[in-house]
């Protein structure tokens, strides 16, 4: 069984262009969180996605940031226009339905914003 | 809301010494605790886990972790440590009825040889 797979695990962008991040969770996983973790710091929450539905995106910054996770392929994290402080390691997680909360987490894709 | 308080952001001990990781966290509901441990470059691995029942919970690598409700603790131990334990530890919560982690700043634990 495979585990939860990021890709790119590095991307490099200029200050305002886009930075798209795909997730694939482990079979059976209907459900995805994104985490973004700043240098230095932990691991912060940023939303939450079912299939099809944004569950809880209470921890994404009001604009540029989006995320979707389609009925079909990888849920993605989009960053328009990015800035210097974007430069992070964006973490996928995902957890099977009617579980009490593991969540098992990807390699992770570091974006460096130059 | 709930928070996640890691007393220690270093902690270098020698190897085959023992060690300690402290983790306090404050939530006003039932809440499920958890440690994860981050190598160099990679994601995050579930070390171990309180959801209920005994208080003491284990890994298969030798560490444990005791949930204290009345001191809102979760520290955890491992009685002798290798230089492979050389790594980042994360205290996390959950809030039972909830979705999202919340985590500890996190703790480098260094072994020397």
């Known amino acids: 069984n495979a585990g939860v797979m990021q890709n790119p695990r590095h991307l490099v962008r200029r200050r305002g262009q886009e930075a798209r991040l795909r997730c694939s969770p482990m079979?059976?996983?209907?459900?995805v969180y994104w985490y973004r973790q700043l240098p230095e710091e932990g691991l912060k929450f940023m939303v939450y996605?079912?299939?099809?539905?944004?569950?809880?995106e209470s921890g994404m910054p009001k604009e540029r940031f989006s995320a979707e996770f389609p009925k079909e392929g990888p849920s993605i994290l989009r960053i328009q226009q990015v800035v210097r402080g974007d430069s992070a390691a964006y973490f996928c997680?995902?957890?099977?339905?009617?579980?009490?909360?593991?969540?098992?987490f990807g390699p992770g894709t570091r974006l460096t914003v130059t | 809301a709930q928070s996640v308080t890691q007393l220690d952001s270093q902690v270098p001990v020698f190897e085959e010494a023992p060690v300690e990781l402290r983790c306090n966290y404050s939530s006003s509901v039932s809440v499920y605790l958890f440690w994860y441990v981050q190598y160099p470059n990679q994601g995050l691995q579930l070390l171990l886990k309180?959801?209920?029942?005994?208080?003491l919970v284990e890994s298969i690598n030798g560490f444990e972790a005791e949930f204290n409700k009345s001191q809102t603790s979760f520290h955890l131990r491992k009685p002798s440590v290798h230089i492979s334990d050389t790594a980042e530890y994360f205290c996390a919560v959950k809030e039972a009825s909830g979705s999202r982690l919340t985590f500890g700043e996190g703790t480098q634990l260094t072994v020397n040889p």
């Open positions: 997680a995902s957890s099977p339905p009617g579980t009490p909360g593991e969540q098992y």
């Open positions: 309180y959801l209920s029942g005994s208080t």
């Open positions: 996605l079912q299939k099809e539905n944004i569950i809880d």
């Open positions: 079979k059976g996983h209907s459900h």
